[in-house]
């Protein structure tokens, strides 16, 4: 079955770079049409699509996020790793990474709950 | 910058029906939105109901259904039971980047 599991720091200062990784089975990026995305949610707020890669490189970012934001995969280790920089207060939220297909985003992690402080 | 709309509450009756709509500040939604929902319940993560419109997923009670009404896409539930009190969000696609809706906060009473 498929199964995508958010991992990467819990605390992170203002100002630096934070990385977070999706480790995946069940489902390959080499599939055609198949996707791995990332959406956050800042706690009691809605939730905010981040970035999406395909099997074949393919790459898309919120344009609010862009400059910030760069996702990048690991097909051999199932791996889908999503980079951002600056990290302010406002980016403390819960990361979810989520396997898109047939335009679905159909199977979800269980999320991160990432701080940002000082 | 494109902006999702939902109403931000609804309340429905146990066994009532209730629809839900999701706006795009572009204009019509069509099935080129590829419209997906999503229950979220607080402290879980979402969980996927439908997806490109009307698609139910293998584990979508039947009384949830997805259409587009008036422009704008639609989330029916029919037949409400006392466990769909949640959050509900809508999904959008824009030619590469996807945007979700603010969330409705369905209230079963």
């Known amino acids: 079955q498929i199964t995508l599991k958010e991992s990467g720091p819990t605390l992170v200062k203002p100002t630096q770079t934070l990385t977070l990784t999706c480790t995946f089975s069940?489902?390959?990026?080499?599939?055609?049409?198949?996707?791995v995305g990332w959406i956050r949610q800042p706690p009691g707020k809605a939730l905010e699509w981040l970035a999406l890669?395909?099997?074949?490189?393919?790459?898309h970012y919120s344009p609010s996020l862009k400059s910030r934001l760069t996702i990048t995969k690991d097909t051999s280790q199932n791996h889908v790793v999503l980079t951002m920089t600056n990290v302010d207060p406002v980016d403390t939220a819960t990361y979810y990474c989520?396997?898109?297909?047939?335009?679905?985003?159909?199977?979800w992690g269980q999320g991160t709950l990432v701080t940002v402080s000082s | 910058q494109t902006v999702v709309t939902q109403e931000p509450s609804l309340t429905v009756s146990p066994g009532g029906t209730v629809t839900l709509t999701c706006a795009s500040s572009t204009g019509a939604v069509t099935s080129g939105y590829y419209p997906n929902w999503f229950q979220q319940k607080p402290g879980q993560a979402p969980r996927p109901l439908i997806y490109t419109t009307s698609n139910k997923h293998s584990w979508t009670p039947g009384r949830f259904s997805g259409s587009l009404l008036g422009g704008k896409a639609a989330l029916t539930l029919s037949g409400v039971q006392p466990e769909d009190e949640a959050e509900y969000y809508c999904l959008l696609y824009y030619g590469g980047a996807w945007v979700f809706g603010g969330g409705t906060k369905l209230t079963v009473l």
């Open positions: 069940g489902f390959s990026l080499t599939t055609g049409g198949v996707a």
């Open positions: 890669i395909y099997g074949n490189d393919g790459k």
């Open positions: 989520a396997h898109r297909q047939n335009s679905a985003f159909d199977y």
